[in-house]
Protein backbone atom coordinates (compact mmCIF):
# COMPACT_ATOMS: atom_id res chain seq x y z
CA UNK A 1 0.00 0.00 0.00
CA UNK A 2 2.44 2.41 1.11
CA UNK A 3 4.56 1.59 -2.12
CA UNK A 4 5.50 3.73 -4.95
CA UNK A 5 3.48 3.86 -8.44
CA UNK A 6 5.61 3.12 -11.48
CA UNK A 7 5.08 4.70 -14.54
CA UNK A 8 7.78 4.87 -17.73
CA UNK A 9 8.13 6.11 -21.19
CA UNK A 10 10.72 6.40 -23.83
CA UNK A 11 10.97 9.97 -23.20
CA UNK A 12 8.88 13.28 -21.90
CA UNK A 13 5.23 12.03 -23.48
CA UNK A 14 4.76 10.16 -20.70
CA UNK A 15 5.06 13.26 -18.13
CA UNK A 16 1.19 13.97 -19.13
CA UNK A 17 0.00 10.82 -17.71
CA UNK A 18 2.43 11.28 -14.66
CA UNK A 19 0.98 15.10 -14.56
CA UNK A 20 -2.62 13.61 -14.85
CA UNK A 21 -1.65 10.77 -12.13
CA UNK A 22 0.19 13.44 -9.18
CA UNK A 23 -2.91 15.74 -9.06
CA UNK A 24 -5.73 13.17 -8.94
CA UNK A 25 -3.56 11.30 -6.23
CA UNK A 26 -1.17 13.63 -5.01
CA UNK A 27 -0.78 11.55 -1.90
CA UNK A 28 1.33 8.87 -3.70
CA UNK A 29 4.62 8.68 -4.23
CA UNK A 30 5.79 8.18 -8.09
CA UNK A 31 8.84 6.79 -9.86
CA UNK A 32 8.85 7.67 -13.10
CA UNK A 33 11.80 6.36 -16.11
CA UNK A 34 11.97 8.23 -19.05
CA UNK A 35 13.84 6.19 -21.78
CA UNK A 36 15.37 9.05 -23.30
CA UNK A 37 18.87 7.18 -23.84
CA UNK A 38 16.82 4.79 -26.48
CA UNK A 39 14.42 7.40 -27.48
CA UNK A 40 11.94 7.28 -29.76
CA UNK A 41 10.07 3.92 -29.66
CA UNK A 42 7.72 4.18 -32.58
CA UNK A 43 10.11 3.73 -35.40
CA UNK A 44 11.74 0.67 -33.71
CA UNK A 45 10.90 -3.19 -33.89
CA UNK A 46 8.25 -3.91 -32.02
CA UNK A 47 10.34 -7.34 -30.10
CA UNK A 48 13.25 -4.65 -29.38
CA UNK A 49 10.42 -2.01 -27.61
CA UNK A 50 9.09 -4.98 -25.93
CA UNK A 51 12.58 -5.72 -24.58
CA UNK A 52 12.89 -2.48 -23.36
CA UNK A 53 9.79 -2.32 -21.54
CA UNK A 54 10.51 -5.57 -19.92
CA UNK A 55 13.89 -4.32 -18.41
CA UNK A 56 12.47 -0.78 -17.44
CA UNK A 57 9.23 -2.18 -15.75
CA UNK A 58 11.07 -4.86 -14.05
CA UNK A 59 13.29 -2.45 -12.37
CA UNK A 60 10.51 -0.57 -11.35
CA UNK A 61 9.49 -3.53 -9.21
CA UNK A 62 12.62 -5.28 -8.53
CA UNK A 63 14.85 -1.92 -7.45
CA UNK A 64 12.17 0.81 -6.61
CA UNK A 65 9.52 -1.48 -5.02
CA UNK A 66 6.68 -0.21 -7.09
CA UNK A 67 3.25 -1.68 -6.05
CA UNK A 68 1.60 -1.19 -9.63
CA UNK A 69 3.15 -0.12 -13.35
CA UNK A 70 1.91 2.26 -15.54
CA UNK A 71 2.84 1.80 -19.16
CA UNK A 72 2.72 5.68 -20.06
CA UNK A 73 3.53 4.87 -23.76
CA UNK A 74 1.00 3.77 -26.39
CA UNK A 75 4.13 1.80 -28.42
CA UNK A 76 5.11 0.36 -25.46
CA UNK A 77 2.04 -0.97 -24.44
CA UNK A 78 0.89 -1.86 -28.10
CA UNK A 79 4.52 -4.15 -28.27
CA UNK A 80 4.65 -5.67 -24.78
CA UNK A 81 1.60 -5.21 -22.44
CA UNK A 82 0.40 -8.90 -22.75
CA UNK A 83 4.06 -10.07 -21.72
CA UNK A 84 4.44 -7.62 -18.44
CA UNK A 85 1.35 -8.41 -17.68
CA UNK A 86 2.30 -12.29 -17.49
CA UNK A 87 5.78 -11.57 -15.76
CA UNK A 88 4.75 -8.91 -13.51
CA UNK A 89 3.81 -9.94 -9.85
CA UNK A 90 1.85 -6.58 -9.53
CA UNK A 91 -0.73 -4.77 -11.81
CA UNK A 92 -0.29 -3.11 -15.20
CA UNK A 93 -2.01 -0.50 -16.33
CA UNK A 94 -1.87 0.69 -19.90
CA UNK A 95 -3.12 3.99 -21.89
CA UNK A 96 -4.35 1.83 -24.57
CA UNK A 97 -7.72 0.47 -23.06
CA UNK A 98 -8.79 3.79 -21.24
CA UNK A 99 -8.18 6.79 -24.45
CA UNK A 100 -10.12 4.02 -26.23
CA UNK A 101 -13.15 4.36 -24.19
CA UNK A 102 -13.36 7.89 -23.84
CA UNK A 103 -12.81 8.57 -27.55
CA UNK A 104 -16.28 5.83 -27.94
CA UNK A 105 -17.83 8.36 -25.06
CA UNK A 106 -17.06 11.35 -27.04
CA UNK A 107 -18.12 10.84 -30.59
CA UNK A 108 -21.54 11.58 -31.61
CA UNK A 109 -21.26 10.58 -35.39
CA UNK A 110 -19.18 7.46 -34.59
CA UNK A 111 -16.66 8.47 -36.96
CA UNK A 112 -13.46 8.76 -34.91
CA UNK A 113 -10.07 8.66 -35.34
CA UNK A 114 -6.61 7.96 -33.54
CA UNK A 115 -3.08 9.19 -34.97
CA UNK A 116 0.45 7.48 -33.20
CA UNK A 117 3.29 6.29 -33.68
CA UNK A 118 4.39 4.01 -36.69
CA UNK A 119 4.73 1.16 -34.50
CA UNK A 120 1.56 2.10 -32.43
CA UNK A 121 -0.65 1.94 -35.63
CA UNK A 122 1.00 -1.01 -37.31
CA UNK A 123 -0.01 -3.25 -34.32
CA UNK A 124 -3.22 -3.24 -34.34
CA UNK A 125 -3.66 -2.26 -30.95
CA UNK A 126 -6.19 0.55 -30.96
CA UNK A 127 -8.21 -1.10 -33.77
CA UNK A 128 -8.93 -3.34 -31.47
CA UNK A 129 -9.27 -2.01 -28.31
CA UNK A 130 -11.50 0.64 -30.26
CA UNK A 131 -13.85 -2.28 -31.13
CA UNK A 132 -13.99 -3.66 -27.90
CA UNK A 133 -15.21 0.03 -26.29
CA UNK A 134 -17.62 0.80 -29.08
CA UNK A 135 -18.86 -3.27 -28.39
CA UNK A 136 -19.11 -3.00 -24.55
CA UNK A 137 -21.08 0.72 -25.24
CA UNK A 138 -23.37 -0.67 -27.64
CA UNK A 139 -22.36 1.29 -30.27
CA UNK A 140 -22.53 -0.38 -33.85
CA UNK A 141 -21.85 2.97 -36.16
CA UNK A 142 -18.29 3.68 -34.77
CA UNK A 143 -15.70 3.74 -37.93
CA UNK A 144 -11.91 4.50 -37.22
CA UNK A 145 -9.42 6.03 -39.68
CA UNK A 146 -5.91 5.72 -38.07
CA UNK A 147 -3.22 7.90 -39.00
CA UNK A 148 0.79 7.14 -38.38
CA UNK A 149 2.52 10.35 -37.70
CA UNK A 150 6.64 9.78 -37.60
CA UNK A 151 8.27 12.98 -36.42
CA UNK A 152 5.75 13.99 -34.01
CA UNK A 153 7.72 12.56 -31.26
CA UNK A 154 10.92 14.06 -32.22
CA UNK A 155 9.71 17.43 -32.54
CA UNK A 156 8.22 17.25 -29.11
CA UNK A 157 11.43 16.06 -27.96
CA UNK A 158 13.30 18.77 -28.83
CA UNK A 159 10.66 21.15 -27.27
CA UNK A 160 9.71 22.73 -30.76
CA UNK A 161 5.80 22.50 -30.54
CA UNK A 162 5.12 25.29 -33.26
CA UNK A 163 6.48 26.76 -36.26
CA UNK A 164 5.80 26.29 -40.16
CA UNK A 165 8.29 23.27 -39.67
CA UNK A 166 5.46 21.31 -37.76
CA UNK A 167 2.69 22.88 -39.29
CA UNK A 168 3.71 21.11 -42.59
CA UNK A 169 4.15 17.92 -41.30
CA UNK A 170 0.89 18.20 -39.67
CA UNK A 171 -1.24 19.62 -42.55
CA UNK A 172 0.75 16.00 -44.91
CA UNK A 173 0.24 13.72 -41.62
CA UNK A 174 -3.05 14.67 -40.95
CA UNK A 175 -4.66 14.41 -44.56
CA UNK A 176 -6.07 11.00 -43.55
CA UNK A 177 -7.85 12.42 -40.99
CA UNK A 178 -9.04 15.68 -42.66
CA UNK A 179 -10.60 13.60 -45.36
CA UNK A 180 -12.21 11.23 -43.03
CA UNK A 181 -14.91 14.25 -41.40
CA UNK A 182 -14.12 13.02 -37.85
CA UNK A 183 -15.85 14.23 -34.79
CA UNK A 184 -13.53 12.92 -32.11
CA UNK A 185 -9.73 12.58 -32.68
CA UNK A 186 -7.19 10.36 -30.11
CA UNK A 187 -4.17 10.98 -29.12
CA UNK A 188 -2.54 7.38 -29.77
CA UNK A 189 0.51 8.55 -28.45
CA UNK A 190 1.57 10.70 -24.60
CA UNK A 191 3.72 13.00 -26.54
CA UNK A 192 0.85 14.40 -29.03
CA UNK A 193 -1.22 16.69 -26.33
CA UNK A 194 2.02 18.76 -27.04
CA UNK A 195 0.84 19.53 -30.37
CA UNK A 196 -2.48 20.11 -29.78
CA UNK A 197 -2.26 23.33 -30.85
CA UNK A 198 -0.83 22.53 -34.39
CA UNK A 199 -3.35 19.45 -34.46
CA UNK A 200 -6.53 21.50 -34.26
CA UNK A 201 -5.21 24.07 -36.69
CA UNK A 202 -5.16 21.23 -39.08
CA UNK A 203 -8.25 19.03 -38.37
CA UNK A 204 -10.63 22.28 -37.23
CA UNK A 205 -12.36 23.38 -34.15
CA UNK A 206 -15.32 21.13 -35.04
CA UNK A 207 -13.01 17.92 -33.85
CA UNK A 208 -12.69 17.00 -30.23
CA UNK A 209 -9.16 15.90 -29.37
CA UNK A 210 -8.86 13.01 -26.77
CA UNK A 211 -6.20 12.62 -24.25
CA UNK A 212 -5.63 9.27 -22.42
CA UNK A 213 -3.70 10.97 -19.96
CA UNK A 214 -6.65 11.71 -17.44
CA UNK A 215 -8.18 8.66 -18.30
CA UNK A 216 -5.78 6.79 -17.66
CA UNK A 217 -5.00 8.19 -14.25
CA UNK A 218 -8.52 7.62 -13.31
CA UNK A 219 -8.61 4.18 -14.77
CA UNK A 220 -4.97 3.67 -12.48
CA UNK A 221 -6.92 5.40 -9.13
CA UNK A 222 -9.88 2.70 -9.61
CA UNK A 223 -7.41 -0.23 -10.00
CA UNK A 224 -5.49 0.45 -7.26
CA UNK A 225 -8.42 1.24 -4.77
CA UNK A 226 -10.63 -1.76 -5.66
CA UNK A 227 -7.00 -4.15 -4.73
CA UNK A 228 -6.76 -2.06 -1.62
CA UNK A 229 -3.51 -0.51 -2.93
CA UNK A 230 -4.05 3.08 -1.96
CA UNK A 231 -2.46 5.12 0.04
CA UNK A 232 -4.54 5.39 3.25
CA UNK A 233 -2.93 9.38 4.81
CA UNK A 234 -4.60 10.89 1.95
CA UNK A 235 -3.32 14.26 3.63
CA UNK A 236 0.18 13.38 3.22
CA UNK A 237 2.01 14.80 -0.05
CA UNK A 238 3.38 12.28 -1.85
CA UNK A 239 7.39 11.93 -3.29
CA UNK A 240 7.93 12.02 -6.70
CA UNK A 241 11.60 10.16 -8.58
CA UNK A 242 11.88 10.97 -12.05
CA UNK A 243 14.86 9.45 -13.76
CA UNK A 244 16.50 9.15 -17.36
CA UNK A 245 18.22 6.45 -19.52
CA UNK A 246 20.12 9.31 -21.36
CA UNK A 247 21.29 12.89 -20.54
CA UNK A 248 19.92 13.89 -17.33
CA UNK A 249 20.31 17.71 -17.68
CA UNK A 250 18.19 17.33 -21.04
CA UNK A 251 15.71 15.96 -19.29
CA UNK A 252 15.16 17.84 -16.79
CA UNK A 253 15.12 21.41 -18.59
CA UNK A 254 12.81 20.13 -21.27
CA UNK A 255 10.37 18.03 -18.54
CA UNK A 256 10.42 21.04 -15.90
CA UNK A 257 8.83 23.00 -18.91
CA UNK A 258 6.47 20.23 -19.82
CA UNK A 259 5.50 18.59 -16.37
CA UNK A 260 6.78 21.20 -14.10
CA UNK A 261 9.32 22.03 -11.16
CA UNK A 262 9.40 18.02 -9.65
CA UNK A 263 11.81 17.28 -12.79
CA UNK A 264 14.49 19.44 -11.44
CA UNK A 265 15.76 17.15 -9.17
CA UNK A 266 15.99 13.95 -12.16
CA UNK A 267 18.83 11.31 -11.74
CA UNK A 268 19.95 8.49 -14.44
CA UNK A 269 18.93 5.98 -14.75
CA UNK A 270 20.09 2.81 -14.27
CA UNK A 271 21.67 4.63 -10.65
CA UNK A 272 25.50 5.11 -11.54
Not at 66 to 92: E, F, Q
Not at 180 to 185: G, H, M, R, W, Y
Not at 229 to 256: H, K, P
Request: with cysteine; net charge negative.
Amino acid sequence: MDRPIGMFDSGFGGLTVARALIDLLPAEDVVYIGDTGRYPYGNKPLDEVRDHATEIATSLVSDYGAKAVVVACNTAASAGLDKLRADLPVPVIDVIEPGARSLITTTVSGRVGVIGTVGTISSGSYVHAVEAAAAAAGRDDIVLTSAACPGFVEFVERGQTSGDEVMVLAERLLAPIVAADLDALLFGCTHYPYLARVVTDVVGTGVTLVSSADETAFAAADLLRELGLLRSSADRVGRRTFLSSGDVEIFRELGSRLLGPELDSALPWPAR
